[in-house]
């Protein structure tokens, strides 16, 4: 289904992210970017719209529903979350508590740095994308101001993201945004039906967990071809929905998932009363972006190039993407289901230096005091 969630696989063991805002906060970037960068950005997008089934329409109806106001007011990060289009103009107290989606964007810019008019145009009226200027010669506040955005914008699930090592002096802009969920089940569990029960990791192990029951009226369905079975939980008030795919051998590889198209499987649902059990859980978990875009032939955002010329007003020598990374949250209880995620691109300029030091062959090294009484020392000549 996904070809970043097929890859991730290899990486980690309980996964959440969010391909949505991977896809968004790409097609940002690849507003300022040319060339070659832009190219591979094109091919690379390209797959992941078809793998997450985004289009045009999605993305004018996104922006209409559920995207932020954009503001380029530096002195505040207030977020006023939006009620959903399908909410009706009065909600109740508990109904406007518990049933929310919003979608969040800004670039940080370094002060005195001007972004290209076009670039600016389109974040704004395309993603509703604020602007603020930030002064990451200050690398500690920096960090700060983006890691209080991300946290208001994903209502403190990710409190932060970025850490004053991740930006400095050479940073041009951050590219934000973060996604935040948050509803009940249209039936919901009882939490005295919940139960401690197996949850078989492999055919070895298995672990007492949490687990939920009920009987629902569910759209359902059993794949035989892929010995999987397929279930929908919708959430109230809205046409979201959790689509839990369950192979039918523990030992099954999830990599079988991956291959299926969500449209073929959503296409054989079928209403059925279903007796379910699913396990209370929640967890979060950070992704590398970097690594995973190079393994799909993304590699010239990262190398200093001219490609950066449409982002911003001035001379882009030397621009490049120093890291992208993602965070995310999940938490499925009986009343529902809350999630979030941010992601961050960081683009630097070009690095000024007097010196080169590359220690591409064999030397010495030692380790002393500043009197200059050596405690350790040694040579490194090969890599193990």
Not at 114 to 142: I, M, P, W
Not at 364 to 383: A, V
Request: glycine content about 6%.
């Amino acid at each position: 289904m996904s070809a970043i969630f097929s890859k991730l696989l290899d990486k980690l063991t309980n996964i959440i992210e969010s391909p949505f805002l991977i896809w968004e906060i790409l097609t940002m970037l690849r507003v300022g970017v040319t060339g070659d960068s832009g190219r591979e950005l094109d091919e690379f997008l390209q797959l992941l719209a078809t793998d997450i089934g985004i289009s045009d329409n999605d993305l004018a109806h996104l922006s209409r529903k559920d995207f932020l106001t954009a503001t380029t007011d530096d002195s505040s990060n207030h977020i006023t979350p939006p009620l959903l289009a399908s909410d009706s103009n009065v909600l109740s107290s508990a109904s406007a508590k518990f049933k929310k989606l919003w979608i969040s964007n800004r670039i940080f810019i370094k002060s005195g740095c001007r972004l290209n008019e076009n670039f600016t145009n389109v974040l704004k009226q395309q993603f509703a994308c604020g602007v603020q200027e930030l002064n990451f010669g200050d690398s500690r506040l920096a960090a700060k101001a983006i890691n209080e955005w991300v946290k208001e914008a994903t209502n403190k699930r990710i409190p932060a993201i970025i850490s004053p090592h991740d930006v400095g002096a050479d940073t041009q802009a951050v590219l934000a945004n973060a996604i935040y969920f948050k509803a009940q089940w249209r039936q919901q569990f009882e939490p005295i039906d919940t139960k401690r029960k197996p949850f078989r990791i492999d055919t070895q192990q298995s672990v007492l967990v949490p687990m939920m029951s009920q009987v629902v009226n569910a759209r359902y369905a059993y794949l035989a071809d892929h010995k999987v079975q397929v279930l929908e939980l919708p959430y109230r008030d809205t046409d979201l929905a959790m689509l839990v795919i369950l192979p039918h051998d523990v030992a099954a590889d999830l990599r079988g998932v991956t291959n299926l198209l969500l449209a073929d499987v959503v296409g054989q649902l079928v209403f059925r009363k279903v007796y379910v059990k699913l396990p209370k859980f929640s967890y979060g978990c950070t992704i590398n972006l970097h690594s995973l875009l190079t393994e799909f032939g993304v590699r010239g955002i990262f190398h200093g190039s001219q490609d950066f010329s449409s982002l911003v007003a001035a001379n882009a020598s030397g621009f490049g993407v120093s890291k992208i990374i993602q965070q995310a949250f999940i938490n499925v209880t009986e009343e529902g289901t809350e999630a979030a995620a941010a992601t961050i691109c960081s683009i630097d300029g070009a690095v000024s230096f007097e010196e080169k030091f590359i220690a591409d062959r064999p030397f010495y090294f030692c380790i002393k005091n500043r009197n200059g009484l050596k405690l350790f020392e040694g040579c490194y000549r090969q890599p193990s």
